[in-house]
Each structure stands twice: as C-alpha cells, then as structure tokens.
C-alpha cells in the first residue's frame, strides 16, 4: 500500500500570498496517478487536479499540480479568500490533508 | 449537471448492518463510462475510500474493509447501494459517495488507482445504542 505524508500539517498564508503543498509517496506512484481534492468545512471534497497535473473541470488556473515518483506538489499561485481549505493528495490511499488557514 | 445524492439511516445500532444507497440524476450509471464509488470521513479526519462498483456489477474493495463490505448497483433506478455489516462505533462517519474514473497503466490494466470526479454531499452515520 502507498503511503501518502502531506506537509506541512497547517500553512497561514495571507490571500494574494503563493501556497505551496507537497505530498510525499512511501514508494513511487505508478503512471504518477495522483490527484488533489479541496475541502471546506461542511461540505464535500472536490477534485482540483488529477494525473499529477492536469487541472479538473471549471478549476482556476491559479491552481497546479506537479511532480513525479514519490514527490508531488500543488501550488496556488495567489490565494483567494474562498482557497482556504483543506487539501488532500491521492493515489490509491490519501493523504492526511493539509489545511490552508488565513494568517 | 451530474449530482450523486446519499441517502439512509442516520443511525446505526452496534453490530447491525449500515445501508446506503447513492441516486445519480445527470449521468447514467450504466454509461460504462464510469465507476461508482463510496468514501468515508470520520467527524474531523481523513478521507478513506470504500469500494467501488462498475455497472456490471464488478467491483473492488478497501482491503481493510472487504471481509464487511457489500455493493451493489441498479440500473433501472440509477442507484448504487453500500452494505457495511457488524458495524462498531469506529464506522461512524460522513459517507460520500462519487462518479470515479480508474487509471490503467501503460499495458492496459487497471493500476488499483482512480480519482474521485464528482461527490455527492455526504449523509453522517452515526453507530450508537
């Protein structure tokens, strides 16, 4: 099973600040088959990126996945209010989520 | 617009067997398109998936929760349901369920990855006497 670690735990950024979140593999992803998910409170996750790099429907391009083997990263090139959130990396297991909190 | 609604339940006794079923308006579940799956959240955790199901009926399941899991699908309503038996308190949790899309490799064959495309809103399962 791939293992997924997510750092950091919480990010405190101001909006128009740039988010950078990594996600770590306990061995390479095969196809590098990753995809990101956001979460706001009370509602349900939704898909931002899939295939590592490839933006879903109606997603800002303000929004980005990178990476490769066991290094991937969303970056959110300048925060908007509705950004915070928490965020999940994915391959066959999630990660444990990082949370992107106003500073 | 493709929406995926949960319903059933909100409370579950102790080693009884949680029942849901997910409707879907907007898609077909039998586009072959597809597969339908259910993810869980215990209250202020993680996202764990469940299983999932194709409209053929086949399916794959969490490892972990495989020996307590039953799915099933109907066409006809363009429903697909989740039985989980011998349910304890650690099951208690927001149940979602989603439109997935599975990944195969190079060859083909499916790589035991997928993604989640669009989720219904989650209903919460409460285990409890």
Redo the contacts between chains.
Sequence with gaps: EVVLTQSPGTLSLSPGERATLSCRASQS???D?L?W?QQKPG?????LI??TSTR?TGIPDRFSGTGSGTDFTLSISRLEPEDFAVY?C????????TKVEIK | QVQLQESGPGLVKPSETLSLTCTVSGASVNSGSHYWSWIRQPPGK????IGDIYYTGSTNYNPSLKSRITMSINTSKNQFSLNLSSVTAADTAVY?CART?L?Y??RGYY????????????TLVTVSS
């Design positions: 992803v095969i196809g088959f995809a998910y509602q349900a996750p939704r898909l899939f295939g879903a999940y994915h391959h066959t297991t999630f990660g444990q989520g | 993680g996202l764990e998936w979602y899309v990944y490799d190079s790589s035991g990855a997928q993604y989640f495309q669009i989720w219904g809103q989650g």
